[in-house]
């Protein structure tokens, strides 16, 4: 069955702490990306990768960066977090020949 | 209906009855998808339609899509308490980018 494995699902830190989100697939889909989720906002694309270290920026990529040097995992990374990140975290692969988002349960950040 | 700088759509309907939402999307796609997305849950594709496509199925839904004034619905048919969730459209522009809509929050009232 695909699936798609954040990881971990609820993460507290404080302003200022670095923020690691990892995410896994074991269906070895090339394309990968990063949501966050705010209420009244939808879903805003942070980073897209279409494979090993070739990633591209979003919409909102400010304050974040990313690491995939396997094709398996896709790590979201906040340097100094801001309380403005708090926010619920998508992890995604692309599916099928549209390459539709295949999402995982999510990681709910807060940054206090 | 959904997209843009529109605020989240929320309906609320009878167990039984039958619902339809609306998107509209700002670019060309050749495909919308169709997501829902339970409380505390990934969103989950639900239905795709193709350009190439005026009216999709799959079960009690259907979707439609009219590519000359770029927007698409979703319809529910004989709604039960277990459709109760969050309904985004989502279109691909560009290489692989996908952009959703803000999305039209469902609840089923028994």
């Known amino acids: 069955d695909m699936k798609v494995t954040q990881m971990p699902r609820y993460l507290i830190k404080r302003m200022g702490e670095n923020v690691l989100l990892e995410c896994g697939q074991d269906?070895?889909?090339?394309?990968m990306y990063w949501y966050r989720q705010d209420p009244g906002l939808g879903l805003q694309l942070i980073y897209i990768?279409?494979?090993?270290?070739?990633?591209s920026e979003g919409d909102i990529p400010k304050g974040y960066r990313v690491s995939r040097k396997k094709r398996e995992h896709f790590s979201l990374i906040l340097d100094s977090a801001k309380t403005n990140q708090t926010s619920v975290y998508f992890c995604?692969?692309?599916?099928?020949?549209?390459?539709?988002?295949?999402f995982g349960e999510g990681t709910r950040l807060s940054v206090l | 209906s959904q997209w843009g700088e529109e605020n989240l759509q929320a309906l609320s309907i009878q167990e039984g009855e039958d619902v339809t939402m609306n998107c509209s999307y700002k670019?060309?796609?050749?495909?919308v998808h169709w997501y829902r997305q339970d409380s505390g849950r990934g969103p989950a594709l639900i239905i795709l339609?193709?350009?190439?496509?005026r009216e999709k199925r799959s079960g009690r839904l259907r979707a439609t899509l009219d590519t000359s004034s770029q927007s698409s619905s979703l319809s529910i048919t004989a709604a039960q308490c277990e459709d109760t969730a969050v309904y985004f459209c989502?279109?691909?522009?560009?290489?692989?980018?996908?952009?959703f809509g803000k999305g039209t929050s469902l609840t089923v009232i028994p």
């Open positions: 989502a279109t691909r522009t560009g290489y692989q980018n996908f952009y």
């Open positions: 269906m070895s889909h090339e394309t």
């Open positions: 990768s279409y494979d090993v270290d070739s990633n």
């Open positions: 995604a692969t692309g599916q099928g020949c549209n390459q539709a988002p295949l």
């Open positions: 670019t060309y796609t050749t495909v």
């Open positions: 339609i193709r350009s190439n496509e």
